[in-house]
């Protein structure tokens, strides 16, 4: 008999391995927010919640005033994406990531990059491993999740074109937009 990695008695509630409660996109999905999310609040930043609409995730950050905390009122909006690494949407070249995103997304993103005085809204797309096994490994020294994310704004210079809502739009990720442990401080700024 082979014995359980849990808990005896977690193990006889947990439902069976055959009984999926999300799909894989769905668990790409929440891994991805709650990776954005602890990178983040590591930084001190958090999140607010709030209705989707095209928008994943609402990043602000609070300061210490006259010996309490106060919002600074600057947001930073995010649109998640998730993929595996093999995915026909997405190629890798040695200084680019390129993925085919839904046109509405990409309309979104310049939108949004149009207007001024609007919150910056950027994309955030979260690179998964093929084996899933491989997406989040949690021992009694650490927690990891497997492999990588990069964001994306608008190139100007490229271009702010809207395109059809129900096709794809291939955008190029610049390799040096791997996020890190100092993305948001470096955002913040980038929008300051």
Sequence with gaps: ???????????????????????EQDIMEQLSK?????IANRKGYY????????????????????KSFCETGRQVHI????????SEHLTETTDKIK???????????????????????ILILFIFPNNSEKWLQVTSEYLTLSKCAYWYYPDEKMGLEYVNPKSTKRVE????????????????????
């Design 1 to 23: 008999m082979q014995q359980s990695s849990i808990h005896p008695t977690l193990a006889e509630k947990a439902p069976s391995t055959k009984e999926k409660v999300m799909t």
């Design 34 to 38: 709650r990776y954005i999310e602890i």
């Design 47 to 66: 999140v607010l919640n709030g209705k989707d609409y095209g928008t994943d995730l609402h990043i602000t950050k609070a300061v210490k005033y006259d």
């Design 79 to 86: 649109q998640v994406k998730s993929v595996i690494e093999t």
């Design 99 to 121: 993925y085919d995103l839904r046109g509405k997304n990409y309309n979104d993103l310049v939108f949004r990059r149009k207007e001024n005085g609007y919150i910056p809204l």
């Design 173 to 192: 990720i610049p390799k040096s937009n791997l996020i890190l442990m100092d993305f948001f401080p470096y955002i913040f700024n980038y929008f300051k």
